[in-house]
């Protein structure tokens, strides 16, 4: 059992920045972020996989970055430059496995673990 709790979400305006924080209650497992817009399906943002990779979603490259504490229970998204189109739910998702992922760990099938999620506002 992993328990996920999100904090740092809140209101922005374009251009801004703010930093998401998912602590995980076990260390060195693959962490995630993923968001859902209304009336839209939820969509990859970025991971951390247990290995020490990371992976980002085409729409926040070299905008958005993830990384790990030192104890690697903590995985931080940090958001810079934000659009409208950012605004979204966003959720943290955890995959203990350590499973070798083909691809990367993309799919929110790869994820039994999901934080309650923080709303992220951006207005112009």
């Known amino acids: 059992q992993v328990q996920l709790v999100e904090s740092g979400g809140g209101s922005v305006q374009v251009g801004g920045s703010l930093t998401l924080s998912c602590a995980a209650s076990v260390s060195s497992i693959t962490l995630a972020w993923f968001r859902q817009a209304p009336g839209k399906e939820r969509e990859f943002v970025a991971a951390?996989?247990?290995?020490?990779?990371?992976y980002y979603s085409d729409f926040v490259k070299g905008r958005f970055t993830i990384s790990k504490d030192a104890a690697k229970t903590t995985a931080s998204l940090r958001m810079n430059s934000l659009k409208p189109e950012d605004t979204a739910v966003y959720y943290c998702?955890?995959?203990?496995?350590?499973?070798?992922?083909?691809?990367?760990?993309?799919?929110?099938?790869?994820?039994?673990?999901w934080g309650q999620g923080t709303q992220v506002t951006v207005s112009s």
């Open positions: 951390a996989s247990w290995t020490g990779a990371t």
């Open positions: 998702a955890a995959d203990p496995s350590r499973q070798l992922y083909s691809g990367g760990p993309l799919l929110s099938s790869f994820y039994n673990y």
